[in-house]
């Protein structure tokens, strides 16, 4: 069955810092991943997406994440956080496979951002 | 205008009355979606539609049910609301090719005393 585990509840980053978010995985194939952002009081942005090719993916908002295979991992990063950042980041499994004939996508429990002046 | 819309946007009532969220899309995406959110658990999903005439439970349907009056609109009902069922509600939509990302409304705030 497909898991995802964001280690990180919460973090706390100074504006102008480096950040990464954890995102690790279970699922007996590669599957597609996601990374969204819920700022307050709005729904979810997909930030990026990864099906396949080139396993490093740019985003939106100067975000990129690497998919690693050997590490059931796909890391989020920014090499500097802005304040506007804040927010709650969710990373997403979707099946390869057609399981139950929907594009089922499984949640990690999201992890919030705090930035710091 | 929101790609994907939800009304309202926050409701409170008590326990026991039925109540209606609903969605529209102007994505013309086939597939929608219902799910909760609650702190510490992400979002899980209640129902999902493939079109008109396909409906099919998710994870945690037990005390909602769904209505998919066109393709843009689906709804979700509580037929008798509890405390429990107090959450954030979101909306997705997504085409229909396997591993095409979702589009999610702003949400709906519910709280039910």
């Known amino acids: 069955a497909q898991s995802v585990t964001q280690p990180d509840i919460h973090i706390t980053v100074s504006e102008g810092a480096s950040l990464e978010l954890r995102c690790n995985y279970s699922y007996g194939a590669t599957p597609y991943l996601f990374w969204y952002v819920q700022s307050p009081g709005q729904g979810l942005q997909l930030l990026l997406k990864y099906f396949s090719g080139d396993t490093l993916v740019q985003g939106i908002k100067g975000f990129e994440a690497e998919f690693k295979r050997s590490q059931s991992s796909f890391n989020l990063r920014k090499p500097s956080v802005h304040w506007s950042d804040a927010a709650e980041y969710f990373c997403?499994?979707?099946?390869?496979?057609?399981?139950?004939?929907?594009?089922?996508?499984?949640f990690g429990a999201g992890t919030r951002l705090a930035v710091h002046p | 205008d929101a790609d994907v819309t939800q009304t309202p946007r926050n409701r409170i009532t008590k326990t026991g009355k039925r109540i209606m969220l609903e969605c529209s899309q102007t994505k013309g995406h086939d597939r929608m979606y219902w799910y909760r959110q609650d702190p510490g658990l992400g979002l899980r999903l209640i129902y999902y539609?493939?079109?008109?005439?396909?409906?099919n439970k998710g994870e945690i349907s037990d005390g909602y049910s769904v209505s998919r009056q066109a393709q843009a609109k689906f709804s979700l009902s509580l037929e008798s609301a509890i405390p429990n069922q107090t959450a954030l509600y979101f909306c997705?939509?997504?085409?229909?090719?396997?591993?095409?990302?979702?589009?999610f409304g702003d949400g709906t705030r519910l709280s039910i005393l």
């Open positions: 997403a499994v979707g099946a390869r496979k057609f399981s139950g004939g929907y594009n089922k996508l499984i």
């Open positions: 539609s493939f079109d008109v005439k396909d409906i």
């Open positions: 997705a939509t997504s085409d229909r090719t396997v591993g095409q990302p979702q589009h």
